[in-house]
């Protein structure tokens, strides 16, 4: 099975300032159609989760564009390029190469 | 507006049977894959099962292979769950999702979820 590995497991920021997370798997994630899959999902303190990036770099609709994804095979990342207070919650990644797996989470706070 | 609309959680006994339901508007119901996930604060999220558009491709995680099963009435925008032989683990908030193709692995939009209680 795939192991998604996601961290830090929480991070403290400061509001305008940027965030990092990473993302590793233990498989590669690129498919034979050139397409790897590799999304980012956010959650907001009780309520569900919404796709944030789709395969590894698009934003979905709606989605600003202070975030973004970037990565290839087993090692991903998402930037948040200026950290804002609606952005608080827990960021998930996920492979759907194989059955679907999430990473454990990573939960952002503000400073 | 696009709305998926869980329901059906309730508090069961181990070994006992539910059925989610899942409700859908403001999408062609039928042109998408559809998606059930759980999520415990001690497991996280976890995918659980994928139904294609038509009903013709179902499949399941391996912890609930053989207990469960995903069915859609697409002349009603409804996607079920039979959960059957339940077991504690089982305990969760149950989401619908939204595939992003009629055959799609991956997931855009998701339901506010069900929670089930698998308990004595």
């Known amino acids: 099975d795939v192991v998604m590995t996601q961290t830090p497991l929480s991070l403290s920021v400061t509001p305008g300032q940027p965030a990092s997370i990473s993302c590793r798997s233990s498989?590669?994630?690129?498919?034979?159609?050139?397409?790897?899959?590799l999304y980012w999902y956010f959650q907001k303190p009780g309520q569900s989760p919404q796709l944030l990036i789709y395969?590894?770099?698009n934003r979905f609709s709606g989605v600003p564009d202070r975030f973004s994804g970037s990565g290839s095979g087993t090692n991903f990342t998402l930037k948040i390029s200026r950290v804002e207070a609606d952005d608080v919650g827990i960021y998930y990644c996920m492979q759907s190469l194989h059955l679907p797996v999430f990473g454990g989470g990573t939960k952002v706070e503000i400073k | 507006e696009v709305q998926l609309v869980e329901s059906g959680g309730v508090v069961v006994r181990p070994g006992g049977s539910l059925r989610l339901s899942c409700a859908v508007s403001?999408?062609?119901?039928?042109?998408?894959?559809m998606h059930w996930i759980r999520q415990t604060p001690g497991k996280g999220l976890e995918w659980v099962s994928l139904?294609?558009?038509?009903?013709?491709?179902?499949y399941y995680s391996d912890s609930v292979k053989g207990r469960f099963n995903i069915s859609r009435d697409n002349s009603k925008n409804s996607l079920y769950l039979q959960m059957n032989s339940l077991r504690d683990e089982d305990t969760a908030l149950y989401y619908c999702?939204?595939?992003?193709?009629?055959?799609?692995?991956?997931?855009?939009?998701w339901g506010q979820g069900t929670l089930v209680t698998v308990s004595s």
């Open positions: 139904i294609n558009w038509d009903g013709g491709g179902t």
């Open positions: 999702a939204k595939g992003r193709n009629r055959v799609s692995w991956s997931f855009d939009l």
């Open positions: 403001g999408f062609t119901f039928d042109d998408y894959a």
């Open positions: 498989q590669s994630l690129l498919h034979g159609d050139g397409w790897t899959y």
């Open positions: 395969q590894v770099s």
